[in-house]
């Protein structure tokens, strides 16, 4: 093309030099200059020969013509010969100098339009063209949309850089499903009305906010970067839509995004370059509060990223519960260690202990207290910590221990919890001093929690019974909770709200609560609770063999017998090595230098956390010396009484009972008969040795402990001995 403008220059310029002429050599130039500016610019009828292409039918209908045009990057000025070709359907003539394009009112077929890269500033100052569908005029100059109602086919509609201030003019294009207007001048989104746009480009303009838009129900992509937008409310009702880029706005806060959490169908989304990327965690929140998202800022979501994200901000059950004990088992590691005698009979012997959970104001609390004063010599009351005031008529030390929030984030630092929850806008904890308290007593320690709580009390070391009270009559439940006159209606609501979470965690949760009371009826759930307690603590008794066995049953058991007796001889490996670790973790006590008094009482200790480390340095020392602390021996004689009360078929305390059943469910020996079978079971004689040399030990240090003492069974009584390294006891 370029090779025949300059032909057409060539031919011009040697035409005129071959007649000079009279007039002044100026003026000639000037004159020899516009020709040929004019035919620079001039659409010939080669360039449209060449130009054309896609055979097809004339007006008529009658002969095949070309259809499609192409006339890019020609520098053209004039295109009044397109007049002639009437028939054409497509027309490119984009990178050209065009201003008028009026010829366009001569070809009505016209059904795709590139004026792109042009000098246009009067748009479609032509004919409305009844069959155009896509239309380009970016880059030109238009500065304002005409009326576009006779437009009918119109479905793609570009004006992406030109000098519009305003939409205006588009109502009445009832196809129009993608418009492009990038890079204008726009404050303010208007006149698009009921558009049925799919499609919407509105980057680089001047918006501030995203008013207007609300009506395009049909919107499935939005580009609204580039632009000042510090809000975008109404975006919520673009159900389709799932794709908006709002990179290089003024969005500040996580809190202006609860417009865009609210579209169903959103799957990316930018916000590159705002302000509220520098919020911390931003990238979560953003996908935790939006689950729906694949693609956040241009980069995919993971899945990793999703389950981090709900973990932070909407953490299932077990992760709250697992936070919980680390944070309270790394406080209570970072204090002097203390050892609990009297909570565990041994290391295996969890501690009995009843914890009723169910929702606020289902009575679990009054159903404890009950308990324990109708039968205060197998039961006692737990008594936890909270920050909430008491209600009238409770006390202090006696229903809760009523705290500041400050006295319990101190408790909190100082590693008494065992399990802190926030429940309402309170704060809610159990220590390890009001479990011991109760322990003090030799009675069965009682609580009653909501559901978190027992998700992390299952982390603990502890092993209660759990029982769920629920409420299965709502309205019933709600009558009651109003009649107390105790609970806010946030309290009630928040409480009916959480019924369900608790028979859900009992549907899907098999085994996770012990047993389930209905709480409608107070009085009925009180007599369920005896019973099942009962249940609990007799079960053995029911259980054991009956003076005069059946025939049958004596044959049966005939039987058993010498397999029982080869099972009892024959220690398996793992047992052995259970009861080797158990008795080396009690040489941890080694540790503990300063004993404030000899130990009267038998003495165990709960594994700590703290003395895990403490336990190898221990057993290493243990190993280079055969000689025992005082606490060591004392463990070891305890032990060895628990394993010839096992032999003589001693019956076991009050404790074991309650937790026969339990001793099915888990694998730990969880009744003081149930000493690992390396003790009870081999049914070795006892080394008399070491119990004589413990004594005599004992009675050299001048601390009077006599073997009956060392020997006394656990349900003599528990007697808190604290063994701390540091001088600091532990307060209650
Ligand atoms: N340490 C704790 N950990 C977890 N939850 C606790 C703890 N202590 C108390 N709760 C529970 O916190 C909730 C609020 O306690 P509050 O004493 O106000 O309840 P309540 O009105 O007495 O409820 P209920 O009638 O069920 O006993 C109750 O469900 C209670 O069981």
Not at 203 to 219: D, W
Not at 446 to 470: A, D, Q, V, W
Not at 695 to 724: A, F, W, Y
């Amino acid at each position: 093309m370029e090779d025949e403008l300059q032909e057409q220059q060539l031919m011009s310029i040697p035409e005129e030099s071959a007649e000079p002429s009279d007039q002044p050599e100026t003026l000639k130039t000037e004159e020899q200059e516009e020709i040929i500016e004019v035919e620079e610019g001039v659409l010939t009828e080669e360039m449209v020969s060449e130009g054309l292409s896609h055979l097809g039918l004339d007006l008529t209908g009658q002969h095949h013509v070309l259809c499609h045009l192409s006339l890019p990057n020609l520098s053209l000025i004039n295109i009044h010969l397109l007049c002639k070709y009437a028939h054409l359907v497509k027309l490119e003539l984009q990178h050209n100098n065009i201003e008028d394009i009026s010829c366009l009112n001569h070809i009505p077929h016209l059904i795709y339009l590139d004026v792109s890269h042009n000098e246009i500033s009067n748009f479609f100052q032509f004919q409305p063209l009844r069959y155009l569908q896509v239309a380009d005029f970016s880059h030109n100059r238009i500065p304002d949309i005409k009326d576009l109602a006779g437009f009918c086919c119109l479905r793609k509609l570009n004006l992406d850089y030109n000098c519009l201030s305003e939409v205006s003019d588009l109502k009445d294009c009832s196809m129009l499903t993608h418009l492009s207007l990038a890079y204008n001048k726009i404050t303010k989104i208007s006149n698009l009305g009921n558009l049925p746009l799919i499609d919407l480009c509105l980057r680089g303009n001047q918006l501030h906010c995203t008013e207007g838009l609300e009506k395009l129900q049909n919107i499935q992509v939005l580009d609204l970067s580039r632009n000042c937008i510090t809000s975008i409310s109404g975006i919520q009702n673009l159900r389709l839509l799932y794709l908006i880029d709002l990179e290089k706005n003024q969005i500040m806060e996580i809190e202006d995004l609860k417009y865009v959490i609210e579209l169903p169908m959103l799957t990316n989304l930018n916000l590159l370059d705002n302000p509220v990327q520098e919020h911390h965690n931003y990238r979560l929140t953003v996908i935790f509060l939006h689950q729906g998202l694949s693609v956040l800022d241009n980069k995919k979501v993971t899945v990793e990223e999703k389950v981090s994200s709900k973990n932070m901000f909407e953490p299932p059950m077990d992760i709250v519960a697992a936070k919980d004990h680390i944070m309270n088992m790394v406080h209570q590691m970072a204090q002097p260690q203390v050892l609990y005698q009297s909570t565990m009979p041994t290391p295996n012997t969890p501690y009995p202990m009843l914890v009723l959970t169910g929702p606020e104001g289902c009575r679990k609390g009054d159903l404890v207290r009950r308990l324990c004063r109708e039968f205060g010599e197998h039961f006692g009351v737990g008594i936890c910590h909270t920050t909430r005031p008491p209600y009238s008529g409770e006390k202090n030390g006696v229903d809760y221990h009523f705290v500041s929030e400050e006295e319990f984030q101190n408790l909190v630092v100082m590693g008494k919890f065992i399990l802190t929850m926030q429940y309402g806008s309170h704060l809610f904890g159990l220590t390890r001093g009001a479990i011991e308290e109760v322990a003090n007593h030799g009675v069965v320690c009682c609580l009653h929690m909501e559901l978190e709580g027992i998700f992390s009390l299952k982390k603990s070391c502890f092993k209660p019974r759990y029982i769920l009270l629920i409420p299965t009559a709502i309205e019933k439940f709600i009558i009651h909770m109003k009649s107390t006159n105790r609970y806010t209606k946030p309290q009630i609501d928040l409480a009916v709200q959480r019924v369900p979470l608790y028979s859900k965690t009992n549907e899907e949760r098999k085994g996770f609560f012990d047993n389930v009371i209905s709480s409608d009826n107070y009085d009925e759930a009180y007599r369920t609770l005896l019973e099942i307690v009962k249940v609990y603590m007799y079960a053995e008794e029911e259980e054991e063999p009956q003076e005069e066995p059946q025939e049958e049953e004596a044959k049966e058991k005939e039987e058993e017998k010498p397999r029982e007796e080869e099972e009892e001889e024959k220690p398996s490996e793992e047992e052995v090595e259970e009861e080797k670790s158990s008795i080396e973790s009690d040489s941890s006590l080694r540790d503990f230098e300063s004993v404030e008094e000899p130990a009267t009482t038998p003495v165990e200790s709960e594994s700590l956390p703290g003395t895990t480390v403490e336990a190898s340095s221990a057993k290493a020392q243990a190993d280079l010396s055969c000689q025992k602390t005082l606490i060591e021996l004392a463990s070891l004689r305890k032990r060895e009484e628990l394993a010839r009360e096992a032999i003589v078929g001693k019956k076991p305390g009050l404790h074991s009972h309650l937790f026969k059943q339990h001793t099915s469910e888990v694998s730990h020996a969880t009744s003081a008969l149930d000493v690992p079978a390396s003790l009870g079971g081999s049914v070795e004689p006892l080394d008399g040795t070491l119990l004589a040399q413990t004594t005599e030990m004992l009675k050299d240090c001048g601390m009077g402990l006599d073997s009956q003492s060392i020997l006394r069974p656990e349900s003599d009584g528990h007697k808190n001995r604290e063994v701390t390294k540091s001088t600091s006891p532990e307060t209650r």
